[in-house]
């Protein structure tokens, strides 16, 4: 379930365009009058405000707001008014400019996504950075992090209902003898990992929980502090229950020391759109304290309104 607000009667690209043109005019930003505006429109919206920017000012929304707006307001509306793909396209580069195992925005585009939005992922970062997305995850990451990664954001998996229980069995069984032996990069373990359907693979977890007595990720915990076990945990989450993990995301970038406003920036611009209503309720079951209220506890100005505009309150 989504959080944005779009008003009942929406105006026309080209007014939202002079409205825009207006905030940017004069001798101070009209960083509300933005929010009211972009914070309120939905992605196809979004694209028909830029390319109506483009063709009546000869202007590149994009540009015109990196003149205008600085610091974490500004990336919060520039990956805001960016197209989901795009969007995916520009955070995974970034993760790899800037690789470190214990990043996982690899892992969250790669698992929270549909096929088809990966497909559309790796189609913007090809036409963006004139390279595929497969390549410079090759290029970036190390040993282990490269066989789960390359495969991950490789995948067009299966999107039906249809589960093999037989085949959820003999998988199930797999996972728990490499796990037994701490073979946790064991080409059986990813490959089941990184090419099953979202319903098969559910199944085989559920088999493997049911045959042997715990979930899957609590026995990939053995070490803490092993970043690679961590990203499978995360790829496990964020198939299984994205929206717990990406309540958990948040919560790390509120209640660590300082706010990780990166990641904060993310999950909400990145699920707004998708199921940031059910994000919320997951973060007020864990931490009894709404979400909107722990942001603006924890962000100020144009930033926190931002956000909070996106959150729906």
Known sequence: MAC?????????????????????????????????????????????IRDTYARIYGQMLLKSLNDEIS????RAVIL??????????????????????????????ACARTSTQLFAVRQAYHALFKRSLEEDVAAHTTATFRKLLVPLVSSYRYEGPEVNMKLAKSEAKILHDKISDKAYDHEDLIRILTTRSKAQLIATLNQFNN????????????????????????????????????AKVARVAIEGLGTDENALTRVITTRAEV?????????????????????????????????????GA
């Open 4 to 48: 944005l607000t779009v008003p009942a009667t929406v105006p026309s690209p080209a007014e939202d365009c002079e409205q825009l043109r207006k905030a940017f005019e004069g001798w101070g930003t009209n960083e509300a009058l933005i929010i009211s505006i972009l914070a309120h429109r939905n992605a196809s919206q979004r694209r028909l």
């Open 71 to 74: 610091g974490d307001f500004e």
């Open 80 to 109: 805001w008014t960016l197209d989901p793909a795009e969007r995916d396209a520009m955070l995974a580069n970034e993760a790899l400019r800037n690789w470190k195992p214990a990043n996982r925005t690899l892992i969250e585009i």
């Open 211 to 246: 045959e042997f007595g715990s979930a899957f990720n609590k026995n990939l915990k053995s070490d803490p502090k092993d970043e690679f076990l961590a990203s499978l945990r995360a790829a496990v989450r964020c198939f299984c229950c994205p929206e717990r993990y990406f």
């Open 275 to 311: 199921d940031l209503q059910l994000i919320k309720e997951a973060y007020m079951k864990r931490t009894s304290v709404p979400l909107d209220r722990a942001v603006a506890g924890d962000t100020s100005g144009d930033y926190e309104r931002m956000l909070i505009a996106l959150l």
